[in-house]
């Protein structure tokens, strides 16, 4: 029982923060504040790397018995929504970047 309500929690959680991440990213391609995107990227891809580790351990499942005292099949979502975070990842890069201004002559 612990394994599937942390399983869906964490799953929930990323969802909740991706989308908080993308209608903030939008403001701020909007507002022309670019490089608070890579704030956005970096503390993505913490969280890309800590939800890779978690699956990794969901995915077993004497490591789920082990660590959690009960085990869950998990479904596919969670790893559907690190490839949604390594995409977000990518273009919070890439839009992040920030033009440089030539020096007046």
């Known amino acids: ?56 351990v969901m995915s077993n499942t004497a490591w789920q018995k082990y660590w959690f005292d009960s085990s869950v099949k998990i479904g596919p979502w969670l790893g559907y929504i690190l490839i949604a975070y390594v995409v977000l990842i990518v273009l919070q890069l890439i839009l992040g970047r920030e033009k440089k201004v030539s020096a007046a002559a």
């Not at 929690?9 to 507002?31: D, E, M, Q, T």
Request: hydrophobic content about 65%.
């Open 1 to 56: 029982m612990v394994a599937t309500i942390l399983y869906w929690g964490i799953v929930l959680a990323f969802c909740g923060w991706g989308l908080w991440n993308i209608v903030f990213s939008g403001i701020y391609l909007h507002n022309h504040e670019n490089g608070n995107l890579w704030f956005f990227a970096i503390l993505n891809a913490i969280g890309a790397l800590l939800g890779a580790i978690f699956l990794w």
